[in-house]
């Protein structure tokens, strides 16, 4: 995949259009919806979101949130099409690891390292679930932009919290819960839904659908803190020089200079 990809923003979620429908939570059935969207439209539609973009106008050549990463055992949480390993694996870093729900992602990520000279061991499971990864063994565990789509966000933070070595760092990314709730219209922006609404929805797209929910800020804290994760960084202010380099006049930029559309948190094992 072409690297421009990393300039592309994930905006999806609570029907931008309307099109929303709340559905009660499945995890099944979830995880085979979301599954099937990745391994057939997933790319297509919503492109890649990769290291150094932690998402929409935040990025890691800014934040410097790893630091040094060579020498150090690195496993991605949702590694999609690999190139967020690769950033690491061109950085020195030991060992490379990837989860996927997606089996299609996972044969894509596979092949973008085996290109780049590059290898990675990769297990194709969700998130939530045991799926044989060492425990207290890994330097870092990351997620960029794919933390929220787990069906149980605690059981997820005990998990990563698991494969850490003690002091181990978690950093991942998401779309900001507040972007979720606000639309623009007539450049003007409108709430569109309470901030305070978790409910899962469906969402119709092309050739497919996906099933998300928008969990609040203190929901994402308090996983961590449950985890037992001590948060050292939040980052949700939007990047005015990434702004005004790509010279975006979007929809999503224009709310990006006045709400976060992204967050990051940095946060480390006790």
């Known amino acids: 995949m072409n690297k421009n990809t990393t300039h592309q923003t994930n905006s999806i979620g609570a029907g931008e259009d309307g099109s929303a429908v709340s559905v009660d939570l499945n995890k099944n059935s979830v995880h085979q919806t979301n599954s099937l969207y990745w391994d057939t439209q997933g790319n297509d539609f919503l492109k890649a979101i990769v290291l150094p973009y932690y998402g929409a106008f935040i990025s890691e050549e800014k934040c410097r949130l790893f630091g040094d990463v060579s020498g150090k055992r690195m496993l991605e949480i949702g590694c999609g099409n690999g190139q967020s390993l690769q950033y690491h694996g061109e950085r020195g870093a030991s060992e490379l690891w990837g989860v996927d729900l997606s089996e299609n992602q996972i044969a894509k990520a596979r092949q973008h390292l085996e290109a780049c000279g590059l290898s990675a061991a990769f297990i194709n499971s969700p998130m939530e679930e045991e799926c044989g990864l060492p425990e207290n063994y890994f330097d870092f565990v990351y997620s960029i932009y794919a933390i929220g789509w787990t069906t149980d966000l605690e059981g997820t933070f005990r998990r990563i919290a698991s494969y850490l070595k003690r002091d181990g760092v978690f950093i991942f990314s998401w779309s900001h819960p507040i972007h979720k709730c606000v639309t623009t219209e007539n450049n003007m922006l409108t709430f569109k839904k309470s901030y305070f609404d978790d409910s899962w929805y469906s969402v119709p797209l092309d050739e497919g659908t996906l099933t998300l929910s928008d969990r609040k800020l ?6 961590l803190a449950k985890a037992g994760f001590v948060i050292e960084q ?13 010279d975006d006049k979007s929809d999503l930029a224009q709310k990006a200079k006045m709400l976060p559309v992204t967050f990051v948190m940095k946060a480390r094992k006790r």
């Open 218 to 223: 203190s929901t994402y804290v308090n996983a």
């Open 234 to 246: 939040m980052i949700e202010e939007s990047d005015e020089e990434i702004m005004q380099l790509r």
